[in-house]
């Protein structure tokens, strides 16, 4: 069992930064593909970034590229999405996830097992 706690999201004007934690506690994440996903109101949730276990590997969507980084500490058991440039349309819940064991990036929800409860991000213009 793993279990995330995020923290760092907030209310931020448009073209700021926030730097979202994912604490991990019940095992180490060091064997764990960690992802950020996201959910704006009456929208599905999708997916930000991902890195794999080793963090050799990252994956952005298109929307994020060049303005967010996901990274990972292994020896704090924690994961990070920095987001830089942010704008209106960034605004959401974001979600941190795991998943144990295997090898490669995951980019659908139901591929991660593990779930926070999420931290609300808002972008003012």
């Known amino acids: 069992q793993v279990q995330l706690v995020e923290s760092g999201g907030g209310l931020v004007q448009a073209g700021g930064s926030l730097r979202l934690s994912c604490a991990a506690s019940g095992r180490t994440i060091i064997s764990c593909a960690m992802a950020w996903f996201r959910q704006a109101p009456g929208k599905e949730r999708e997916l930000v970034a991902a890195?794999?276990?080793?963090?050799?590997?990252?994956y952005y969507a298109d929307s994020v590229k060049g303005r967010f980084t996901i990274s990972r500490d292994n020896a704090k058991n924690t994961a990070y999405l920095q987001m830089n440039s942010l704008n209106p349309e960034d605004t959401g819940v974001y979600y941190c996830?795991?998943?144990?064991?295997?090898?490669?990036?995951?980019?659908?929800?139901?591929?991660?097992?593990?779930w926070g409860q999420g931290t609300q991000v808002t972008v003012s213009s």
């Open positions: 890195i794999d276990l080793g963090g050799g590997s990252t």
């Open positions: 996830a795991a998943e144990t064991d295997r090898l490669g990036i995951y980019y659908r929800v139901y591929e991660y097992p593990y």
